[in-house]
Each structure stands twice: as C-alpha cells, then as structure tokens.
C-alpha cells in the first residue's frame, strides 16, 4: 500500500522561510514523479513544483526562485524548500506520487494513476 505523509507546515511572517518533507512508502514503480500542489481556501487546488527520476525539475511561475524541490538521500523522501513566503502563499500543502510500471518495453502511468498525501498547513502573516 502507497502512503505519503507530509510534515513541515507551520505559521511564519512573511520573508520567513519553511521546509516540507514528504515521506512515502509501498511505492516500487520504475520511475518517481513527485508533485507538491496547494490549496487555498476557496480556491482549485494548484501545482506548485515536480522533481522527476526521467524528466526536469519544473515550478510555478508563482515561486519560481523562491521554493526548490529535491529529494533526499534516502531516496524515500522529498522536500520543499519556501523561501522569501509571502502571505499569498497561505495554504494546504499536498505531495502527490504517479504510479508508473513497466508496460511492455515501456516505464508507463497505470492506475490508480495518483497517490497523496493528507496535507500540511502552510500560514503565511503579512
């Protein structure tokens, strides 16, 4: 069973910086895409950055050169580095894991397709 839990969340002032940590387990595909997406009260939930065994690290416009996505040596677990936070960047903070497995010659998405995690709460104060 794919599980993933997020840690990290807190409230800082704005300028201030946090760092999220997404552990996951049960997961044996033959490639790791990782997303952090958010969700803001009364808003869609949206993507925030991807780190990729086959393919760019890739962010949104919004925290382009504020936040940085790696994954750490134990190889089971991700992080999301916000710096610079702004007050706009208030919201739940979700990890996401694709499911991939080798079908035929190929490394392809399968079902269920998505696993995440349960959230963590980011508070941003001006």
């Known amino acids: 069973q794919v599980r993933l839990v997020e840690s990290g969340g807190g409230s800082v002032q704005a300028g201030g910086s946090l760092r999220l940590s997404c552990v996951f387990s049960?997961?044996?595909?033959?490639?790791?895409?990782m997303m952090w997406f958010r969700q803001a009260p009364g808003k869609e939930r949206e993507f925030v950055s991807v780190?990729?065994?086959?393919?760019?690290?890739n962010y949104a416009d919004s925290v382009k050169g504020r936040f940085t996505v790696s994954q750490g040596n134990a190889k089971n677990t991700i992080f999301l580095q916000m710096n610079s936070l702004k007050p706009e960047d208030t919201a739940m903070y979700y990890c996401?894991?694709?499911?991939?497995?080798?079908?035929?010659?190929?490394?392809?998405?399968?079902?269920?397709?998505?696993?995440w995690g349960q959230g963590t709460q980011v508070t941003v104060s001006s």
């Open positions: 780190i990729d065994t086959q393919g760019p690290t």
């Open positions: 049960g997961y044996t595909g033959c490639r790791l895409r």
């Open positions: 996401n894991a694709m499911s991939f497995a080798v079908i035929g010659a190929e490394c392809a998405p399968t079902p269920p397709y998505d696993y």
